[in-house]
């Protein structure tokens, strides 16, 4: 009578370590193929971005020379925003609609601003990374703007001094 011996490459721990084995070498040879399909960096970029010319180039044309900094030249144009009346800025995360209204609105208006938005858009669903606009005259709101998707916005006026509620395509 023959005893019929397990097959040690058929069952076993050995098995499970190679097939985890296979499915990360899988993963990695994905990952490789996600890096190489991305655009190569290009190191002409700054030249790019001031025109092709050098600074000694740009001077002798009378321009002022770009601003090295990208975040600078957001800064100053968030700041001119701000002059004007108009706060932009994106959900935070934790960050509620009410937190966020307090900042321009005193409690009541705050209250009365989510209960007019509450049979159109619930300010209850506010997402974090979702834009923002609040415009100002003074120390009154005007306007608030929030980007419910990217078909949509929730758009709130205060023509008489109630709050007017609509949802908005955005147009682009």
């Known amino acids: 009578m023959r005893i019929p011996l397990p097959l040690p490459w058929r069952s076993g721990p050995h098995v499970r370590g190679l097939w985890m084995l296979c499915c990360l070498l899988a993963l990695l040879s ?15 970029a700054d030249a790019i971005l001031s025109g092709g010319l050098t600074p000694e180039e740009l001077a002798a044309t009378g321009e002022d020379a770009p601003e090295g ?19 932009a800025g994106l959900i935070g995360t934790g960050d509620t609609a009410g937190g ?11 209250h009365a601003l989510l209960a ?8 209850d669903r506010i997402r974090a990374g979702q834009p923002y606009l609040v415009h100002m005259d003074g120390d009154v709101l005007t306007r608030f703007e929030y980007e419910i998707d ?3 916005k929730l758009v709130v006026s205060r023509p ?12 682009y």
């Open 150 to 152: 990217g078909d949509r």
């Open 30 to 44: 994905m990952g490789v193929f996600f890096l190489n399909s991305l655009p190569p960096e290009d190191p002409d």
């Open 116 to 123: 007019a938005c509450e049979p159109v858009y619930s300010l």
């Open 160 to 171: 008489d001094g109630t709050f007017a509620v609509a949802l908005e395509v955005i147009a």
């Open 69 to 87: 900094d990208a975040l600078d030249q957001d800064l100053s144009l968030a700041l001119e925003e701000e002059e004007k009346g108009r706060h």
């Open 100 to 110: 966020l209204l307090q900042t321009w609105l005193p409690p009541k208006d705050v």
